[in-house]
């Protein structure tokens, strides 16, 4: 047996060279597929692109900031092709079956995957946390901007699109592709107050003018409608074979929003989210009191489930990050509308001081016999009464279904966060005994499983997210199920590591037909027996 301390430079060596067969396959496989992704993305905004003009920069800007939300569905997968790939090259070559002569079992080779694996996930938390909603927010910003450069590639037919916010619409029916021909052309423009004009054309063309700040459009053979609101009876109208019309301010330069607009789940971090989750529970366990207090029997129709503490409330907890005060500051009391009163009776002003009635003096209504009268009359008070507390409790439901909307949302997007970074671990410990077990599979055995797997894990998060969101599952179990199955499976195969009946010589459908074979023999010989 080999001393202790060559057998620790022994495992530190096998380690070294474990991790240096993982680098390449995993560099390769995450520049591929993100740059597969990527394109995919690009090609789906190219619309969006085309003919603004926009300088070499901002495109880069666009691909580079569209780079983070790839590269965090993109590593997952890489991880597992990586390992899917080293592992089956060790074994097809024989270097496994040298590793379990040395000494070393097969769970140990894999110890040096699964710790690089938990260091890419605590990596990954990090970055989906801190990088990821910075770039989506700023790519969101960044789209807005070029949607507006060039407002009129956004044109849409048979839209009333808006063509300048001072009250300038334009709708064509039909919209000539490539060029700037406009066929069935309507103008509405409303940017005079005190005169409404609208301008219909049989065709017309629309052009930027040669410093890119203001629209030109030339219409033909249309008329134009002008109708003053001081005016109403009197109706203007004129015909012209060509027209011109200006619009100024329209702009060809890209405006960069500094400020930027409201963030959505998927451009906050873990503890922004939190802090919503947070600010959401307590208005809506206010607005819940609020109808208790008026209501109680529509309460308790309408009790809301509790919010349990997801791993948003730990991690914000660990990092230092007091985010309970950022919720109570940004808390806005929700409106409950308050039981009607009677309004109190307020003496005409034109009436003498003698001839007010004092507000301390109370007026009497005429006593009346009790009868049909008064029988009515308590029974429309009690259907009134009913009639508002049924109109009261539905606009209550409806607060608290917006409010536990808010809830689930922003928890989805929390425990996503972490469910994919975790990823990284599952997939290591399932692709090793994978591939172990089959170790000639080769590239066809990595792309298969890979596909696979993705298939199904990425189904189970986006049909997770899907039920999660509609309130019929709870997020984390939405978000954790898949990781949960494929650990499973993967903790279970690396159980029955070691007992493989194949070799690296012959084919895996021989070796299968032959396990199959020595395993149905003994039936096949009790029941030729009995024959």
Not at 149 to 164: D, R, Y
Not at 252 to 271: F, H, I, P, Y
Not at 278 to 307: C, G, M
Not at 311 to 320: A, N, Q
Request: charged share 20%; hydrophobic share 45%; aromatic share 6%.
């Amino acid at each position: 047996m080999a001393p202790r301390g060559l057998r620790k430079d022994l495992v530190k060596i096998i380690t070294k060279y474990i991790l240096r067969e993982h680098v390449g396959p995993l560099v390769f496989s995450l520049s591929a597929l993100t740059s597969l992704l990527l394109l995919n993305y690009v090609a789906k905004q190219l619309g969006q692109l085309v003919g603004k003009g926009l300088s070499p920069i901002v495109i880069a800007e666009f691909m580079l900031l569209s780079v983070p939300f790839t590269v965090a569905m993109t590593l997952p997968m890489a991880v597992l092709v990586s390992t899917l790939h080293a592992f089956s090259r060790l074994a097809a070559e024989n270097e496994i079956t040298a590793f379990k002569a040395s000494g070393l079992s097969i769970r140990r080779l894999m110890v040096p995957v699964i710790v690089a694996a938990s260091a890419l996930t605590v990596v990954m938390v990090w970055f989906n946390d801190q990088v990821l909603p910075r770039a989506n927010h700023t790519l969101q910003n960044l789209s807005n901007d070029i949607a507006r450069k060039k407002p009129t590639f956004a044109l849409k037919e048979q839209v009333i699109n808006e063509v300048s916010p001072r009250g300038l619409y334009l709708r064509t029916a039909v919209l000539v592709r490539g060029t700037n021909q406009m066929r069935d052309v309507t103008i509405f423009d409303m940017s005079d107050p005190q005169r409404r004009r609208t301008i219909r054309a049989d065709s017309g063309l629309l052009e930027l003018s040669s410093d890119g700040h203001d629209l030109d459009l030339t219409l033909f053979d249309g008329s134009t409608t002008e109708l003053s609101p001081q005016e109403p009876a009197r109706l203007q109208r004129m015909f012209f074979h060509s027209d011109f019309v200006k619009v100024r301010g329209i702009g060809n330069q890209l405006e960069r929003d500094t400020v930027g607009g409201a963030k959505s789940d998927r451009e906050m971090t873990v503890c922004e989210l939190q802090a919503r989750v947070v600010q959401s529970k307590r208005s809506r366990d206010s607005t819940w009191n609020a109808l208790n207090s008026l209501n109680a029997a529509a309460a308790r129709t309408l009790k809301q489930p509790k919010v349990p503490v997801g791993l948003g409330d730990l991690y914000c907890r660990l990092t230092g990050i007091t985010f309970l005060r950022t919720a109570r500051a940004a808390e806005v009391a929700p409106q409950v509308p308050a039981p009607a009163q009677a309004p109190a009776h307020v003496p005409p002003a034109h009436m003498p001081p003698a001839a007010q009635t004092p507000a301390q003096t109370p007026v009497q209504a005429p006593v009346r016999k009790p009868g049909l009268d008064q029988m009515s009359i308590s029974q429309a008070a009690a259907q009134r009464d009913s009639a508002q507390s049924f109109i009261l409790a539905e606009g209550v439901k409806i607060q608290l279904a917006e409010s536990q909307r808010i809830i689930d949302g922003n928890q989805v997007e929390i425990e996503k966060k972490f469910a994919i970074a975790a990823a990284c671990v599952v997939f290591a410990l399932l692709g090793a005994p994978i591939a172990l077990r089959f170790p000639r599979g080769g590239v066809g055995l990595t792309i298969g499983v890979s596909l696979g797997v993705f298939g199904m894990y990425y189904v189970g998060l986006i049909g997770g997210e899907t039920l999660a969101r509609r309130g019929w599952l709870s997020p984390f179990w939405a978000m954790w199920t898949a990781n949960f199955v494929l650990l499973v499976v993967g903790v279970w195969l690396t159980a029955r590591l070691g007992g493989e009946g194949t070799t690296s010589r012959g084919s895996e459908t021989s070796g299968l037909l032959h396990r199959l074979r020595e395993r149905l023999a003994p039936l096949l010989g009790r029941y030729g027996r009995r024959a």
